[in-house]
């Protein structure tokens, strides 16, 4: 069975000259959950963008078996869907269901199937029976799940997602850990709050100045107040004696 | 933050509101038309025009306070407009109000021929996109074949103006935090400038990250989009009502007043 994802050696350089990564190596099983955890600017949202293809970089990155390159993408992004951090950028149609519909219509899925995958998605997500909204007139909360199903939709078997609790309430955040819980795929979290990260993925990786300086199980690398503080991040509460 | 959406009313649910959208676009659009094809000198036809808009209003529950607001919103612009077509039309004219006759000039009842055009049109309008939703408006135009690429623009100017609106008020507040003095027209100036520059990089980097959503989520450069529309009884009903309306008006009304 191949890895869900298999960086190798990946660098890349933003056209301003600053090294945002520097020889990434990953390798990630299907249905684990990875918490990418560092500082901001440590390059966690740059690694998921070259996930996604959307870097051209030098190393090999490879996903669910099929490397990266510009005739495969399309495939690529059916296995791997991506959540921005800002759900504004996400959900651009003028209605929930147009957001949500189109990932399967660009993969050929029409009728009476899409609606009901739509359909679906959005019971799974506790958004059902809002399909007609449009996005600004949904919560905060309710935006970071239509995010969520809109990458649902097309059934990916992997999801990658950048600081998904970022400003929500404890209500909105509680209700994602939930969701997130409850999904089958491998999860890839980009984020900076640790609690967050601790509840959702049993591995971290942490990211520092653009490579990766941890590897492991997530509560070993968390406890450690050590290196935890020495790549500016904390000890979750939980985790605390 | 809470905004004055055009189409605020449109989640509504009225006899209006149940039309299908191409009927409704289909119908504003003639009626738009046959308004501002009226002569220039005259007034009271456009009163008659203004019941078709007003008992579209009535029956779909929308307030007059709103639509009056809404009027009066965009009323600058067409009211310089008219104020101009005073300084030309210099001819004495009287007209007459029943059993009044008043002596005035072909500029002040072209004047009033414009307001009342913007007024009558304006009705039709707000009647229209305040009892439809958007989405299904844009759905309607897509049906009516107009180019899909300028209804995807108009889909993205109406659920970004508002994200954009957001950005100005929050750059506008910090502004308002810091600045406890005038600073002189050269600064400010200068100040706007960089505020503007600020937003300008915002939207374009914003631009980015949703061309970035939609190419991983299989974007390709063609719109794929999903919609059923069914006209119905009802929609048939609504367009006999409107064309015996109009025809009304065209044909016996306004050749009896004008």
Redesign the interface.
């Known amino acids: 069975m191949p890895s869900a994802v298999e960086i190798e050696g990946f660098c890349y350089t933003y056209p301003d000259g600053t090294v945002a990564l520097s020889d990434v190596s990953l390798k990630i099983s299907p249905g684990e959950r990875v918490a990418l955890i560092g500082p901001n600017g440590a390059g966690k949202s740059t690694l998921l963008?070259a996930m996604?293809g959307?870097l051209k970089g030098s190393g090999r990155v490879v996903i669910d078996g099929k490397q990266v390159a510009g005739r495969n993408?399309?495939a690529i992004?059916?296995v791997i869907?991506?959540v921005?951090q800002?759900p504004?950028?996400?959900l651009?149609?003028?209605?929930l269901?147009?957001d949500v519909?189109?990932?399967p219509?660009?993969?050929g899925i029409?009728g009476r199937q899409?609606?009901s995958r739509v359909e679906n998605v959005l019971r799974k997500v506790g958004l059902a029976g809002m399909s007609?909204k449009?996005?600004?007139h949904l919560s905060a909360g309710q935006k970071r799940a239509a995010a969520i199903a809109?990458?649902l939709a097309?059934s990916p078997a992997i999801i990658a997602m950048d600081e998904p609790d970022s400003h929500l309430d404890p209500r909105s955040r509680r209700g994602l850990v939930e969701l997130l819980a409850g999904l089958e795929q491998t999860l890839v979290i980009a984020s900076c709050n640790m609690n967050f990260a601790a509840e959702l993925c049993s591995r971290a990786v942490v990211m520092d100045q653009g490579s990766i300086t941890a590897d492991g199980k997530a509560r070993e690398i968390m406890v450690n107040s050590e290196l935890m503080l020495k790549h500016g991040l904390e000890v979750p509460s939980s985790f605390k004696v | 933050m809470h905004h004055a959406y055009i189409d605020k009313f449109a989640y509504q649910d009225s006899p209006v509101h149940r039309l299908d959208s191409r009927v409704k676009l289909v119908a504003v659009i003639v009626f738009t038309a046959l308004v501002i094809s009226v002569p220039r000198h005259s007034l009271s036809i456009l009163v008659c025009y203004a019941v078709g808009p007003f008992a579209m209003l009535v029956i779909g529950g929308i307030p007059i306070r709103f639509t009056l607001k809404h009027i009066v919103i965009v009323s600058p612009f067409v009211l310089v407009l008219a104020a101009s077509s005073v300084l030309y039309g210099k001819a004495p004219v009287a007209v007459e109000f029943g059993p009044f006759t008043v002596h005035t000039t072909t500029g002040w009842l072209q004047f009033f021929n414009i307001l009342a055009k913007f007024v009558v049109t304006m009705l039709a309008l707000i009647a229209l996109v305040s009892t439809t939703r958007f989405a299904e408006l844009l759905r309607g135009l897509e049906k009516l074949r107009v180019p899909k690429l300028l209804v995807v623009q108009l889909g993205f100017l109406y659920r970004y103006i508002f994200v954009l609106i957001d950005s100005v008020h929050h750059i506008l507040r910090a502004r308002a935090g810091r600045k406890l003095r005038y600073l002189g027209a050269k600064a400010e100036l200068k100040t706007a400038g960089s505020m503007v520059g600020s937003l300008l990089i915002r939207s374009i980097n914003t631009a980015e990250r949703i061309s970035m959503a939609m190419q991983a989520r299989g974007f390709d450069g063609t719109f794929r989009t999903h919609s059923k529309m069914r006209i119905t009884l009802k929609d048939y009903l609504f367009c006999a009502a409107a064309c015996s309306f109009l025809l009304l008006i065209y044909l016996i009304i306004r050749p009896a007043l004008i």
């Not at chain 1, 651009?92 to 209605?95: D, E, I, V």
């Open positions: 963008l996604n959307f993408k399309k992004r059916s869907g991506c921005l800002n504004d950028e996400q651009f149609m003028p209605t269901f147009d519909a189109f990932g219509l660009n993969m029409v899409l609606t007609h449009a996005p600004h809109t990458v097309m």
